[in-house]
């Protein structure tokens, strides 16, 4: 599996750096976002060193999109959200900041929950 050793969730991925993990099978991981924008906001990533969106394959996009339900539902289910917002920002111009493909679901408990 590609990995890139200057690549903080590389990292997060073979746990030389922790992370409070939501979720982890052969090639996906889910932690908790450093920055809480909401309680449980979690960050997707596969193992494998994607840059983003542009550079994922079929191969690998199959695997990984199969299991968000999955861990959409563990989240719902640990946080008692009741909905979530999914997002990916892929290029710098969107905002991406750390070059490892990771997508952010952001739990929501209602009007006043701090993300509008
Ligand atoms: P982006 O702006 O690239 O979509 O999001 C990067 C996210 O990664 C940010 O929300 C930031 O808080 C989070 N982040 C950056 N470094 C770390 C880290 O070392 N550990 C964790 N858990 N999150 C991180
Ligand atoms: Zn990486």
Known sequence: MAHDSNCIFCK?????????????????MAF????QVTKGHTLVIPK???????????????TYFSK?????NAIKNAFDVEGVNILNNSGEVSGQTVFHYHMHILPRYGKNDGFD
């Open 48 to 62: 494998e060193h994607v840059d983003n969106i542009f550079s994922m394959s079929e191969e690998t996009a199959a």
């Open 68 to 72: 968000v339900p999955v861990i959409a």
């Open 32 to 35: 908790l976002d450093l920055s």
């Open 12 to 28: 997060i991925a073979e746990g030389s750096i922790p992370s409070s993990k939501v979720y982890e099978d052969d090639n996906i």
